[in-house]
């Protein structure tokens, strides 16, 4: 029997109840398919700091470590909102990315067919869109020092090495040539240097592609031409803040934020999170959308473990459970059948994941 361990961080708000589904669905499939998960739960974010008074204590890397993958909820609210920065919870998740060394954030777009009226755009515009945002996740400028704020000033970093480039742009080139070939590299090259350098190392990477297209655009571009035309995007490779800030843009196609999942990989490690937050206004209500976690579980299954089929079995469940109008309230507006709870929602993926 193929056995695998998983660290489960729940973390705040909304993060415990969505990574119960998440867990429900593994289950179901990992019986269908014959393999088994050993869970090993560990503390972040205001989970943590309640408990141990750090947002990440050193048992969590450790346990994470010696784990075969992490499944992550969400963390933070309003509670630990007003802690110094460096005991917040949002400094702990940073702290794990970079424990991990999970560099490469893939964070992939799709526009259900199904939820084409959910979104704000029109559904002419959003029809097909398939594109996959490549962030870096543990440099730039979230990490750059110095940084500081002092009296009445404060300051930030941006600063990317050529090493740090030419990592994260080969994991982009490498997927766009199992996709659709194209890798459109975002940066504000007209103004800041970090992101010449950016654009240099990407060309140099480059010509180790040479069957993959490459496209330069700036972030302000990027922004505007991601609702204009999302269709003409294959590839976003990016910077951790731009990658950021993107990222919750594009969710906007698919209709709700609830829906997108993402896989933060490096050499050694990999991370599976939802890129939504925790949500602590509609936190133990039953009414969040566990989608983006489950299909976060999904790519987990098919990018550290190999389990493809088990993968497939979650994402077709997916697709059917909206197809057949089963909505959690945040898409309640759009073709919804019947309204479900967050576990009615948990229930129902893993039930047509296993007849499948
Ligand atoms: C995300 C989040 C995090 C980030 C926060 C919670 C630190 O917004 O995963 O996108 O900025 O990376
Ligand atoms: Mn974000």
Not at 125 to 140: A, M, Q, S
Not at 170 to 198: C, G, H, P
Not at 203 to 213: C, L
Request: proline fraction near 4%; charge should be negative.
């Amino acid at each position: 029997m193929r056995k695998y361990t998983v660290a489960l961080i729940k973390g705040d708000g909304i993060g415990p109840e969505i990574i119960d589904e998440a867990v429900k669905v593994l289950d179901a499939v990992s019986v269908k398919e014959g393999f088994e998960i050993a869970y090993k739960e560990a503390l972040l974010g205001g989970a943590a700091i309640d408990v141990t008074g750090e947002p990440i204590p050193p048992e969590t890397i450790e346990i994470a470590k010696s784990c075969d993958a992490v499944l992550f909820g969400a963390i933070g609210g309003p509670k630990w909102d007003n802690l110094p920065r460096d005991k917040r919870p949002e400094t702990g998740l940073l702290k794990l990315r970079k424990a991990l060394e999970v560099f490469a954030n893939l964070r992939p777009v799709q526009v259900y067919d199904e939820l084409l009226n959910a979104s704000t755009l029109k559904p002419e515009v959003l029809k097909g869109t398939d594109l996959l945002v490549v962030r870096e996740l543990i440099g730039g400028i979230y990490f750059g020092q110095p940084r500081g704020y002092e009296g009445d000033r404060a300051y930030n970093t941006m600063v990317y090495t050529k090493d740090e480039v030419r990592r994260i742009a080969k994991v982009a080139f490498e997927i766009a040539r199992k996709r659709n070939r194209k890798v459109t590299s975002v940066d504000k090259a007209n103004v800041l240097e970090v992101s010449q350098l950016w654009r240099d190392t990407v060309e140099e990477v480059a010509k180790e592609y040479e069957d993959v297209r490459l496209e330069h655009i700036y972030i302000d571009n990027a922004a505007m031409q991601l609702i204009r035309d999302p269709r003409q995007f294959d590839v976003i490779l990016t910077g951790n803040i731009f990658g950021d800030i993107l990222s919750d843009e594009a969710s906007m196609l698919s209709g709700s934020i609830g829906l997108l999942p993402s896989a933060s990989i490096g050499e050694k490690y990999g991370l599976y999170e939802p890129i939504h937050g925790s949500a602590p206004d509609i936190a133990e209500q039953g009414i969040a959308n566990p989608i983006a976690t489950i299909a976060s579980a999904a790519m987990m299954l098919r990018f550290q473990f190999s389990e493809e089929r088990a993968a497939d079995r979650i994402e077709q469940a997916i697709k059917q459970v909206l197809k057949e109008g089963y909505r959690t309230k945040d898409l309640s507006s759009f073709d919804a059948k019947e309204v479900v709870t967050t576990s009615e929602m948990g229930s129902l993926i893993a039930q047509y994941a296993s007849q499948i």
